[in-house]
């Protein structure tokens, strides 16, 4: 959606300043650009076209990963937005911008806090729900088109491994800029240097490969999403000194092995989704065919279905989330590869 409030922050990406609402978008006042809102989010995209694209801009990705409606959080993503919760505790009041926000799920998830929200993404893979629930934006985030410190909290979830050094820096010190004195900002990503414990997410990774070699799962997807990851941070040190560069400080981090994790998401689920597919191929529903890839994009979206009704599929998926959390519990303070971290913005230094 596009509120009255979007316009205390939103801001022309090319000259900084406040635009004026031009029904059904806006229109800078300086540079006399027009801003489209008609498909219910302002594109405040600079006209400049970075080199630097993601992969996230792949429709075929957005299509299998059936963004459109937002399901429960479960399993990583739940265990995932605990944390975010736990970091940053989010409050009525609070003002938070999604730095990447994808389908804006998290953000819906985190409504009943009472803390209002911003996504902003250089695509616009925007659910029906964050399109009617939250204020939306196209931009660049190493442009942010925001106010100097409209925020008091930010996150930024599986973004950062997309992005080059460079990008990086110009990211966090965009963030650092739109969040108000003492903002914090919860991020989710990992560095290059994985610890030992890394090993056994290697093996269960080898494991899910073998059966999906076997055609027992299929990890199509999953491969694509992680193609293009260019993981910009070498190891934790190297975060403590790109986050200072940025102006923020590391002030808490949980890491997060998902070894359990890794062998329920992709090994049980992803076969359960195999054995889903097969049977609707097999009784003819599901309209997946003779093509195994829509067979298995059928199951996904018919276990999204049944997840939402909160039936049997989604207390297994609650239990199999439960056990993931023995991965937080048992080596959150053994520093590897993913983490989950809290920034805080640093006051300005002192001449
Ligand atoms: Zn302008």
Not at 281 to 307: C, E, I, M, Q
């Amino acid at each position: 959606m596009i509120s009255p409030a979007l316009f205390t922050v939103a801001r022309c990406p090319e000259c900084r300043i406040a635009l004026a609402p031009q029904p059904p978008g806006a229109v800078c006042p300086t540079c006399q650009r027009v801003f489209d809102g008609s498909r219910g989010y302002l594109d405040l995209r600079p006209i400049e076209a970075f080199a630097e694209q993601t992969k996230y801009l792949d429709e075929a990705l957005h299509v299998d990963a059936r963004h459109e409606t937002v399901a429960p959080p479960l399993l990583g993503s739940k265990i995932r937005n605990d944390q975010l919760r736990a970091f940053l505790e989010l409050a009525p009041g609070d003002r938070v911008v999604d730095l990447g926000c994808g389908s804006g799920r998290a953000m819906i998830w985190n409504r009943d806090t009472g803390a209002s929200f911003t996504g902003i993404d250089i695509s616009a893979f925007f659910a029906s729900e964050s399109l009617d629930q939250c204020d939306l934006l196209l931009g660049d985030l190493r442009r942010l088109p925001l106010a100097d410190a409209s925020f008091n909290k930010a996150w930024s979830l599986d973004v950062l491994e997309h992005l080059s050094p460079q990008a990086l820096h110009d990211m966090l010190a965009e963030a650092n800029r739109v969040l108000s004195d003492d903002g914090a900002m919860f991020v989710y990503t990992h560095v290059r240097k994985n610890g030992p414990l890394a090993l056994g997410v290697r093996l269960v990774n080898r494991l899910s490969g073998l059966l999906h070699r076997l055609g027992l799962l299929d990890l199509g997807t999953e491969w694509l999403r992680k193609s293009d990851h260019l993981n910009p941070i070498a190891d934790h040190d190297d975060l403590r000194r790109v986050a200072a560069a940025a102006g923020f400080e590391v002030e808490r981090i949980t890491y997060y092995t998902p070894i359990i994790g890794a062998f329920v998401e992709n090994i049980l689920t992803r076969m359960a989704e195999q054995l889903m597919a097969r049977r609707s191929r097999t009784t003819g529903a599901g309209g997946g065919g003779s093509d195994p890839g829509a067979a298995v994009r059928a199951a996904r979206a018919d276990a999204k279905t049944r997840l939402r009704k909160r039936g049997p599929v989604y207390w297994a998926t609650r239990a199999a989330t439960g056990v993931m959390y023995l991965d937080v519990w048992l080596w959150g303070r053994f520093s590897s590869g993913p983490f989950f971290a809290r920034l805080r913005k640093l006051p300005p230094a002192t001449p």
